[in-house]
């Protein structure tokens, strides 16, 4: 049988990374997209020589126009898409008062208009072919709202909101659209992934208690944060389902909870559990 083709975008690290090696060792071809060539060698390692041989690489930056074209015409090229799976991502974190346009701009042209344009690109060949999955890695924050995250927030919402009308407009020519919405893992979202606003943090601020509330939440809860393998697992099997998979997907540690919480209790009782675990800096 030949193999399965699959896209990943950002596969430079974290969640791209795992998702790489995941589908290497499953036997597709892997297409992976990275936005700096000399990070070719992080994903090389510890391949084995018939794994390297089924990747393949494509220079990506989803949020530059460009270079989504000449990816674009890359898969032109491509026999055949089975899978596309829009990882690239990244957080910007501030608090609202304090955050500019261009910040908020600038969070939704990776992890909103990124989505658009690749899948913009993918999504003909798919149609033609009669099949394909389009996996978007959404978030847990793409279902609830965090402050200090209002931009991230906002796009991963706005991205659950394109997946679904998507997932009705290609229902009838065999593309699904389906959501994978983590909870926190341990990948560089946390550190190099998170483009911090100027302000933030500043003793001056009035927001200065949250952000310190939240920075030690984050310090305390960190290494409790799961494996990229679960989630890595997760996206493997909805991509091999024999069956059409469903929209959603969560996983992660505390994310069902949390998603019943917000649906049962009334939003004044919700709110008070949200900011009590902030403020709480014990
Ligand atoms: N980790 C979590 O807890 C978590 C939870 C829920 C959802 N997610 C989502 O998972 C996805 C992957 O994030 P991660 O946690 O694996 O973070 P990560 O370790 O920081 O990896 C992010 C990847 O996205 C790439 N990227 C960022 N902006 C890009 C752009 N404009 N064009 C192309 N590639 C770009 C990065 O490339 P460079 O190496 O070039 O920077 C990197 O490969 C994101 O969509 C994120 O929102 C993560």
Known sequence: MKNK??????????????????????????VATI?????????????TP????????????????????????????????DVLINNAGFA??????????????????TNLLGVMRVTNHVLPKMRKQ???????????????GFPGLSPYVSSKY?????????????????????????GSFQTNIWSSGTHMSSKAGSSHSPYFELFT?????????????????EVAKLVLKVADKKKTPTLRYTVGKGVR?????????????WEKIVLSQIRNKD
């Open 92 to 109: 910007v974190a501030g608090f609202a008062e304090e955050l500019s346009m261009k910040e908020y701009q600038f969070q939704l042209e």
């Open 158 to 182: 706005a991205l659950e909101g394109y997946s679904e009308s998507l997932r009705l407009e290609l229902k009838e020519f065999g593309v699904d659209v389906v959501l994978v919405e983590p």
């Open 50 to 81: 018939k794994e390297a041989e089924d990747m393949s690489f494509a220079l990506l930056d989803v949020a530059d126009e460009e270079s989504v074209n000449n990816f674009g015409r890359f898969v032109q090229g491509l026999e055949c898409v």
């Open 130 to 144: 009669g099949k394909g999955r389009i996996i978007n890695i959404s978030s847990i924050s793409g279902l609830i």
């Open 213 to 229: 509330g939240m920075n030690k939440r984050l310090q305390k809860d960190r290494e409790t944060y799961g494996d990229p393998v």
């Open 35 to 47: 936005r700096d060539e000399a990070k070719k060698s992080v994903l090389l390692e510890g391949l």
């Open 257 to 269: 909870l949390s998603l019943l919480a917000k649906r049962l209790l009334p939003w004044r009782v």
């Open 5 to 30: 083709t699959v896209i990943i975008t950002g596969a430079s690290g974290g969640f791209g990374r795992t998702f790489t090696k995941t589908f290497l060792n499953r036997g597709y071809h892997v």
